[in-house]
Nanobody, 118 residues
């Protein structure tokens, strides 16, 4: 079964750091990434990384967050430094791959809460 399992969320003070992990199964995903959704807001992309390690970041996290990927472990990480209260959200791991029918498949993890206190 193809799935993504996140871990590493929690409560941290402003200026602190957290590291999120997402274990994928099936070694299928061409692109892995992190998205977040704050209360009353739409889900937004935080960072993505391809199998070749090409990365993209939301402007709001550039210079503070780093996404990385271990293809051997089929795991993606998000190192979050200099956290701000506005980073508070549920963070979701996302994986994309093209199936045998050439359809783009999107898989989501269950989400992990990140809360940054001021």
């Amino acid at each position: 079964q193809v799935q993504l399992v996140e871990s590493g969320g929690g409560l941290v003070q402003s200026g602190g750091s957290l590291r999120l992990s997402c274990a994928a199964s099936g070694n299928l995903f061409s692109t892995l990434g992190w998205y977040r959704q704050a209360p009353g807001k739409q889900r937004e992309m935080v960072a993505t990384i391809t199998r070749e390690s090409a990365t993209t970041y939301a402007n709001s996290v550039k210079g503070r967050f780093t996404i990385s990927r271990d293809n051997a472990k089929d795991t993606v990480y998000l190192q979050m430094n200099s956290l701000k209260p506005e980073d508070t959200a549920v963070y979701y791991c996302n994986g994309k791959y093209v199936d045998v029918f050439r359809s783009l498949i999107n898989i989501w993890g269950q989400g992990t809460q990140v809360t940054v206190s001021s």
